[in-house]
């Protein structure tokens, strides 16, 4: 158990809420189908062309095929013609993608562990100007790819997409609450197969897209603050490049959040309770630790403090306490940190009905505080 685009003619604001379009539209089946190359002539556009729009963490070691690793990562271009195929290579464990062309709705990918895959997108019904955007939809501690680039036909042109317009840059950093995970499940959550856990319909992007706001979700099911599913801790990896403790540290002056969510608890509440230890000491301490390693980082970020969405952060007598202790202690001598509690709660990992319900939450609640009057 772990708990835890338009037409291109129109980008103005709009431009900005592109990849939105993955969280407001029903996903069609896999598109799966490997490749061999096609007698027609193409080109390729590598990774490393600097018309690719990357946006989220990145591992650009290797510029010619750079490693996807965050749930919530995108990757936009634009190009004409009639052909498209995407390239990967180096996928390790899971790995699923929302592929979007223009206003069609976006199709689910999943590219296979192992070696380079070409995966060919149907023949486009226009050989005017497209825009492609891919979107990782499972969590970066189920699979991390490289991607190699995109094939286009011979001859055909390629742009950078516009810049898209955010009105504010918002993180968060939780666990499979946050992740989206098994979010597409049904009656029962499941772990082998990551294709029904979609970031994109998670509670974290719907309340990105409500305000516009670029988004980074640097969540892991089953981690927790002193203890969870997973070995990793949250003050182990929040500055990370990868999900692992000792990966390369990410320049964080490079993006800097205006607002950054915060929500742990339930893996340390219900690990422990499952082994039958009382709730964790090191829970307060490492909470506030983190709260201070990420304002040193963040000066200038409004953090909120989040609790809820799932049974022990609704219902947990030890775990609501020593979050208020945490939220008690930080806010005194930090102005610029708040805090906010779900009353929506599901027993098993949220749906996507339970995800709306909590976007909705937060959103109003967003709406209605003084720390995001300039933002609009």
């Keep these: ?67 996807v690793i965050w749930q919530g ?8 013609g009639v052909q498209l195929a995407l390239c990967f290579g180096g996928a390790q464990e899971q790995n699923f993608f929302n592929v979007g062309i223009d206003d069609s709705p976006p199709v689910r990918i999943n590219v296979p562990a192992g070696g380079s895959h070409r995966i060919e997108w149907p023949a486009l019904t226009s050989s005017g100007r497209h825009r492609l955007t891919l979107f990782k939809r499972s969590e970066a501690d189920a699979g991390r790819v ?41 009656v029962t959550d499941q772990w082998e197969d990551r294709s029904t856990h979609n970031n994109a319909l998670s509670y974290t992007t719907l309340t990105a897209a409500a305000f516009a706001a670029d988004y980074r979700c640097l969540a892991v099911s089953g981690m927790g603050i002193a203890t969870g599913y997973v070995e990793v801790k949250a003050g182990e990896i929040w500055d990370r490049l990868y999900s692992k403790p000792g990966s390369p540290r990410v320049d964080l002056a490079t993006w800097q959040p205006d ?62 306490e020593a979050w208020e202790s945490v939220v008690k202690s930080v806010e005194a001598s930090d102005p610029a940190i708040s805090h906010f509690v779900f009353t929506h709660w599901s027993s098993n990992h949220p749906r996507v009905s339970d995800d709306r319900a909590m976007a909705d939450e937060l959103v109003a609640w967003l709406k209605g505080q003084p720390f995001m009057r300039r933002f609009r």
């Design 73 to 80: 990562s995108r990757i936009s271009l634009d190009f004409e």
């Design 259 to 320: 607002v950054a969510f915060i929500n742990f608890g339930e893996n340390d509440d219900s690990f422990s309770s499952n082994q039958h230890q009382p709730f964790p000491a090191g829970y307060l301490p490492g909470y506030i630790e983190l709260i201070k390693a990420m304002r040193r980082a963040y000066p200038q970020t409004h953090f909120v403090l989040l609790r809820g969405g799932m049974h022990g952060g609704s219902q947990s007598q030890p775990l609501r």
């Design 1 to 67: 158990m772990r708990i835890g685009y338009v037409p291109y003619l129109r980008r103005t604001l709009v431009s900005a809420m592109a990849f939105w379009v993955f969280a407001h539209r029903g996903v069609a089946a896999d598109s799966t189908t490997v490749t061999p190359r096609p007698t027609s002539p193409m080109q390729l556009l590598p990774a490393s062309d600097s018309r690719f729009l990357y946006e989220g963490r990145f591992d650009f070691a290797d510029p010619k095929a750079p490693v």
């Design 146 to 186: 490289h991607f190699a680039g995109v094939e286009i036909a011979s001859g055909a042109r390629a742009w950078a997409p516009v810049a898209p317009v955010y009105s504010l840059r918002m993180e968060f950093f939780g666990d499979s609450i946050m992740v989206g995970a098994c979010n597409e499940d049904g």
